[in-house]
């Protein structure tokens, strides 16, 4: 928790931006049917089953209660207004939600700490199931919006992207893609086809993105596989190009990484007939020395790199609030900001969702990595009063990282 003077600038910085131009009003299809929630900044309560007949009328909201976060649902209701019984719920986009919490990334160590709640301890990286000095389950999280985890996250939403495209047929015009503000992407489905969905038809799709029970055991009982070669569409031609990509490449440490411990000659040696015979004719047991345990290992490895990490519970929830495009992110300052899916490739998150542009503001870090807004580089920083830009001491200050010096106190 920071200071109250740290409070009030955060507060006062959010209130100006929703009632300035730099806050443009989001678009949203079906509006007036959606639920909207909030999270405020003055007493930190969440405030739920709102519905607003204008955007205007919503703007006028911001700016009087300052929310550090602005939710709506994925969902569109008859009376969204009601209590969660009475809503009489019409329909949902589908949304997925990609979050570098979920993915592993080797940074995490620099940028990410836990402190337990009960004693106080803390240690860098992910953080463990129990407290090493109390055994405690509770702990307070520091994450950081750290660039590599991003593109991390920018990667499996490429490759969703990719599956709802491909495999289920959606178009771009049916996809929204966004930045969320933090740690992450999110892609919300808009199309007559998904809209009534129930969740577990909506588990059925997590399932294939995530390619959960992708299995190529043709019969448990014989331990053979597929009869015929992989198929043409689907999880069997994306096995089927992922194994080829990569194993035309694949030098020892590739093979080592897979997780297989011998037999890598089996494998280097017999490229051309791996493909033509087992790949293209299915004849996975006529290579001597690649068995089914092998092919096993090589199967799950593909499947890792074609599938898309989602965070699938977001996804099967049709009830979902989900951040507002075009709000503030309470824990970063930045915007979520939606882009066009084809232009990802370009998107740079710490240009296109900072909120705040030029001004100077005295804080004291307690610890920060280096990190860069727009074309500006900071940090790190330790134990140390710096001048920085709104943005940047904006997302100090709500990553618990910064405090705001007072004028007096200088
Ligand atoms: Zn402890
Ligand atoms: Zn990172």
Redesign the pocket.
Known sequence: MVSVSSQDFIYKTFHDFYDSDSFFSPSITRFVQREIGFFLLKNRIMIRHKRFQTIEELTFFLKKNVPSDVYRSCAYYEYPEAEMAEKEWLGSDLVFDID?DHIS?S??K???KWICVICGFEGKGVTPEECPLCRSKKFNNKT?P?????DSAKEETKKLISLLEVDFGFSHNDLHTFFSGHRGYHVHVEHSAIETLDTLARKEITDFVTGLGVTLLNNKKTNSYYASNLGTFGWQKRLNLGLQKFLSSAKKEDLKKVGIKRNYDAILNNKEKILNQCIMQGRWDSIKGLGTKTWEKLFQYIKTIESSQIDTVVTTDIHRLIRMNNTLHGKTGFKKVEFPVKHIDSFDPFTEAVAFNGGIVKVCVSDAPLFRIGENMFGPYKNQVVDLSTAAAVLLICKERAELVKQKDV
């Open positions: 570098a990334n940074c995490d620099i940028h990410d950081w750290c660039e590599s985890c991003l």
